[in-house]
């Protein structure tokens, strides 16, 4: 998988690492920011999506889509597509351009607008990538841990720098007879969650 990532894929992952870091530096405001995961939780979440079992591949929060070409090369290596939700149509734009400038269109499937009115809709999940507003992470999390598979994971980002607003949700998750869960110290802290 890393190994052999398509130039026009590293390319794009290049551009959007530099603007990330730009924004940081420059005091953009925050919505306008990119706000994309470090590369290692990158790596991170591709390794556990193509380990997935059977069932759909979705993430919650595409921005500019850099998580989203992590994720593309598990779809890849696993012969299946990526179905990702961003509520901002800048950010869908953005995203879009990258799908195209990457190469990957044929692996992702965009879907612009509020996750949480479409998640019921995707059926049986193997994999779910949960990084959007905090506000809507307990939602999403009720939302998509009925539907996931056995062996099934979802992975929520930002669960050691926004420990304080997200504990509610991670004591759930770390208490929900459904799934066996734990938070790993990779990037701005992963909880991850695994169906029984
Ligand atoms: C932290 S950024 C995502 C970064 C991206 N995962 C990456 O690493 O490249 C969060 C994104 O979630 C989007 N978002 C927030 N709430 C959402 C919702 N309810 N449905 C879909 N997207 C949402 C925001 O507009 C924002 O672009």
């Known amino acids: 998988m ?22 940081r530096a420059d005091g953009t405001p925050r919505m306008e920011r990119l706000r994309q995961i470090p590369p290692e939780t990158g790596r991170f979440i591709a390794i556990l999506a193509a380990a997935a079992p059977v069932g759909a591949v979705i993430e919650v929060g595409t921005s500019a889509g850099y998580s989203a070409l992590w994720l593309t090369l598990a779809c890849q290596t696993t012969g299946r597509t990526l179905t990702t939700f961003e509520i901002l149509p800048e950010k869908a734009n953005l995203a879009r351009d990258t799908f195209r400038a ?26 779910c990538f949960l990084d959007a507003e905090k ?47 734990l938070v790993v110290p990779i990037g701005k802290g992963e909880l991850v969650c695994r169906k029984l």
Do not use: K, W
């Open 2 to 23: 890393f190994h052999h990532i398509p130039d026009r894929t590293q390319n794009r992952m290049r551009v959007l690492e530099q603007i990330d870091i730009a924004d």
């Open 102 to 127: 990457a190469g990957v269109e044929h692996l992702v499937e965009l879907v612009e607008g509020d996750a949480l009115e479409h998640i019921a809709d995707i059926g049986e999940v193997a994999f």
């Open 135 to 181: 506000e809507v992470y307990a939602d999403c999390y009720e939302a998509v841990v009925p539907n996931l598979v056995p062996g099934g994971l979802l992975v929520a980002d930002n669960a050691i720098n926004h420990r304080h607003t997200l504990q509610p949700m991670i004591d759930r998750a770390l208490d929900d007879p459904r799934v066996d869960s």
